[in-house]
């Protein structure tokens, strides 16, 4: 699942990370039961009125299926404001669960009949 968490006035987005990042640290000792794979950055136009800003700074967020739950619930009550952007399974766990992508299985020829 990917998550977009969004930058605010009253809000610093690495912070906001951080925080997350030790949350799920503090619930989960093993690393691989992390609930976030990995993160990025990016900045995207800004079509808000209310701000003066023409671009809107944003992390996106690669969570596991494990931790979806979690992490939604963490930014909901940390009132971050985020956009759910895919439910789909990571690619790191579709590879771990001996899954493909349907379109991958078609570009390569080869089809698994069950």
């Given at each position: ?55 809107k700074r944003f992390k996106e967020l690669c969570v596991k299926w494990i931790g979806r739950e979690a ?44």
């Amino acid at each position: 699942m990917k998550v977009r968490i969004y930058e605010t006035n009253n809000m610093d987005l690495d912070t906001v990370e951080k925080m997350l990042f030790q949350a799920d640290k503090q619930t989960n000792f093993h690393p691989d039961s992390f609930w976030i794979l990995s993160s990025s950055e990016g900045e995207k136009n800004n079509f808000d009125h209310d701000e003066t800003s023409l671009s809107k700074r944003f992390k996106e967020l690669c969570v596991k299926w494990i931790g979806r739950e979690a992490v939604i619930m963490w930014l909901v009550s940390n009132q971050v404001p985020f956009e759910i952007i895919t439910f789909k399974l990571l690619e790191e766990e579709l590879e771990a669960i001996g899954e493909r992508d349907p379109e991958e299985q078609l570009i390569s020829g080869h089809t698994q009949i069950n």
